[in-house]
C-alpha cells in the first residue's frame, strides 16, 4: 500500500513554496524593524521543561505532547509550542545579562501536538513567534501586538478581531479562581465532562470551551476584570490606551483565558471564521514568572505565536492569492547530440550571471523542448539549431513578442541579461 503522511500532518509542495517565502520575508522584515533577531532552538527538549514551563495542568501536557524515552532513557518531547524552548535558552546562555529588553523571534518553528486533527488543527504546524524579555510596562505588549497586525496587514488581511483580556497574577487571581469556582459549583454535573475535570485542575480553563451547554453556563460568570489587583488593573488600562493611540480597535473578551499556564496579566487573540467556528489565527500575552520558574531570573516576558497553516487558511478565505513568480527566465534549447554540450555550458554561464536558466536534461526533441519552455513560461528562449551551432551563434526568441535575434555566442550571456 502506498505510504501517506501521518495523520495530521501537511507536506508543503514546492508550488506552495512561494506563499511561504513571502510570509516569511515579511515577518523577518517586521521582525527586524522592531529590533528583534532570530532563534533557532531544537525541535525537542527535556520534557520537564515543557511540565514546568507550559503547566503540568494544561491540555497541551496532559494530553497533547509527543513524548518518548530516548535510547539513553531520557523523557524527550517534541516542541508543543515555541515559548519554552526560547526562555530555556535565554536562560541557558544567560542572554538576561545584554541590554535589555532582549527581543527575539523564531520562524516557522515546528509545532506537535496530539490533537484530533481536523480543520484548522494539525498535528504538526509551523509558527511563527516573538518575545520580549525585561520590560515590565505595557509598552512592550503594545509592540507585540501592534507587530503581528502590521505583518498581516501587509499580507493584504482585513477585518480580523483583536481580543484582549487581562488574567492577572499570582496575586489576584486566586480571589477570581474562587469566585469562579463558587459560581461554577451548582452547576458543575451540567458542565461538560472535560470542564468537570477542569474545575479542580484549571477552572479559568472552562471559561473558553467550546461546548455550548458550558457557554450558557460561564455566560453570566463573574467578570476577571473585576477581580484585578491595583499593578494588573493600571497594566490593562495602560495598554488600552496604547493601542488605541494607533487607532486599534480591539474588544475586552474577559472569556480569553488561553490554554497555557504561564501567562500574567495580559492575553491576547487574533480570530478568524472557519466553517466550525472562530479559530485562532494568533495567540500571545504576557508571562511575567516564566524566566524565573525556568531557573533564571526575576524576568518579565511577553509574546505571541502564529500559526502559518492558519495564515494560509484566512488567506485563503479572504481570496489572497499572489502569483508565483517565474521559476525560470531562459531555456536553452539545442538540436541533437552536438548541442548538448554548448547548451549546456552556455547554461551554466547564464547561472553564474545571476540569471534563472534551464536547458534540457532529457534529450527531449527541438519541438518537445520548446513545448516544455512554454509550459515554464520562460520570457526568452536561446536556440542552438544546427546552423547556429556552425556559426557559433545564438537565436534568441523573445516569449512575450515573438520577435527572434542573432548574437554570437560569445556576447549571449550578455544579450540575455539585457533583454531580460
Ligand atoms: P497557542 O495559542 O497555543 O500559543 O498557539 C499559537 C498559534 O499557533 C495559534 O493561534 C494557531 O495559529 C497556531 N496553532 C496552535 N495549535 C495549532 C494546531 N493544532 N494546528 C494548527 N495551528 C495551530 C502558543 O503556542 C504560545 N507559545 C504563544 C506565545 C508566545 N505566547 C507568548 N509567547
Known amino acids: ?22 510570509i516569511e520575508q515579511i515577518m523577518r522584515e517586521e521582525a527586524a524593524l522592531a529590533g528583534y533577531r532570530e532563534i533557532r532552538t531544537p525541535v525537542f527538549e527535556y ?40 526562555v530555556r535558552a535565554l536562560v541557558e546562555h544567560k542572554l538576561y545579562a545584554e541590554p535589555l529588553p532582549v527581543k527575539m523571534y523564531y520562524l516557522n518553528n515546528p509545532i506537535f501536538r496530539y490533537e484530533n486533527p481536523q480543520h484548522g488543527r494539525l498535528r504538526e504546524h509551523h509558527q511563527f513567534g516573538m518575545e520580549c524579555f525585561g520590560v515590565k ?30 488574567i492577572g497574577c ?24 472535560q470542564c468537570q475535570e477542569r474545575f479542580n485542575r484549571n477552572p479559568l480553563r472552562i471559561l473558553d470551551c467550546k461546548e455550548k451547554k458550558c457557554q450558557l453556563i460561564t455566560r453570566d460568570a463573574p467578570n476577571i476584570l473585576q477581580f484585578l489587583c491595583e499593578d494588573c488593573d493600571s497594566h490593562f488600562e495602560r495598554l488600552k490606551v496604547l493601542l488605541n493611540e494607533r487607532g486599534l480597535k480591539v474588544s475586552i473578551d474577559p472569556q480569553i483565558v488561553r490554554g497555557l499556564d504561564y501567562y500574567t496579566k495580559t492575553v491576547f487573540e487574533i480570530v478568524m471564521n472557519s466553517p466550525r467556528g472562530e479559530l485562532a489565527l494568533c495567540g500571545g500575552g504576557r ?34 492569492a499572489p502569483e508565483e513568480q517565474r521559476v525560470t527566465d531562459v531555456f536553452i534549447a539545442s538540436l541533437g547530440e552536438e548541442g548538448r554540450l554548448p547548451a549546456f555550458d552556455l547554461c551554466m554561464d547564464l547561472r553564474n550571471a545571476g540569471l534563472r536558466a534551464d536547458w534540457d536534461h532529457l534529450d527531449r526533441s527541438l519541438k518537445a523542448q520548446f513545448r516544455y519552455a512554454d509550459k515554464l513560461g520562460v520570457k526568452l528562449i536561446g536556440i542552438m539549431g544546427g546552423d547556429e551551432l556552425q556559426k557559433g551563434a545564438l537565436r534568441i526568441k523573445n516569449m512575450l513578442d515573438g520577435q527572434e535575434k542573432e548574437v554570437s555566442l560569445k556576447d549571449a550571456v550578455q544579450e540575455i541579461k539585457t533583454l531580460l
Request: net charge negative; glycine share 12%.
Open 137 to 166: 510596562g505595557p509598552t512592550a505588549d503594545a509592540e507585540v501586538i501592534l507587530t503581528v497586525l502590521k505583518i498581516l496587514g501587509r499580507l493584504g488581511m482585513k477585518d480580523l478581531a483583536v481580543k484582549i483580556n487581562s
Open 47 to 86: 520534557t520537564e521543561l515543557f511540565e514546568r514551563g507550559v503547566g503540568d495542568t494544561t491540555d497541551i501536557v496532559q494530553k497533547e505532547m509527543y513524548t518518548f524515552l530516548d535510547k539513553g532513557e531520557r523523557s524527550i518531547t517534541l516542541k508543543p509550542e515555541g515559548t519554552a524552548g526560547a
Open 170 to 193: 499570582p496575586v489576584c487571581r486566586p480571589n477570581y479562581q474562587k469566585a469562579l469556582k463558587e459560581y461554577l459549583f451548582d452547576n458543575l454535573p451540567n458542565l461538560c465532562p
Open 1 to 22: 500500500m502506498e505510504i501517506q503522511s501521518p495523520k495530521g500532518t501537511r507536506d508543503m509542495l514546492p508550488k506552495e513554496s512561494h506563499l511561504w517565502q513571502w
Open 287 to 320: 508571562y511575567d514568572g516564566l524566566v524565573k520558574k525556568i531557573g533564571g531570573p526575576e524576568l518579565p516576558g511577553v509574546g505571541f505565536g502564529i500559526g502559518t497553516e492558519r495564515i494560509l487558511l484566512e488567506l485563503q478565505n479572504q481570496g489572497i
